[in-house]
């Protein structure tokens, strides 16, 4: 006999998860620093760990096509992973989107800013970020990925 299911399925969360520039350069870049996998690795690291999760990943070298992605988002998005690269440290414009969002977002680099430059310090997207995960290489993708995808079950728990 067929069971009826009266309980809500639980949704599909939708990630994204956005690259600012010169990370299309992943692989050949710096390797010492950025390491030897290429963007597409680091892409299938994240829809791996994604369990089950829609992923939308994206790149660009151009701020605006970051705004208009991260606008996307706030609609469109469960939860937010983004490496900002460079335009960590310099794009008001990007932490005023950012700010536009009641997603969690978390901020996520391959290296350690902290440990690099006095430059990289300072991040304008931590002002707007859930959490920041940085260091590890191409495994802080996958650590964000998890963490996001935590914190949009919570959000979504509490609902
Ligand atoms: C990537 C970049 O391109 C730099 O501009 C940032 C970040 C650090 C990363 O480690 O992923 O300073």
Known sequence: MARLFCERMPETLTLYILNGPNLNLLGVREPDIYGHET???????????????????????????????????????????????AFTHTSVALLDTLKTLSIPVVEC????????????HHSYVSL????????FGPRSYELAVRAALDLARRAGAQD
Do not use: K, Y
């Open 39 to 85: 963007l597409a690795d680091v892409q299938a690291m994240c829809e791996a760990a994604a369990d089950g999760a829609r992923v939308v990943f994206r790149q660009s070298n151009h701020e605006g096509q970051l705004v208009d992605w991260i606008q996307e988002a706030r609609t469109e998005a469960d939860a937010l992973v983004i490496n900002p690269a």
């Open 109 to 120: 680099h391959l290296s350690n800013p902290a440990a690099r430059e006095a430059f990289r």
């Open 128 to 135: 707007a970020a859930t959490g920041v995960i940085a260091g």
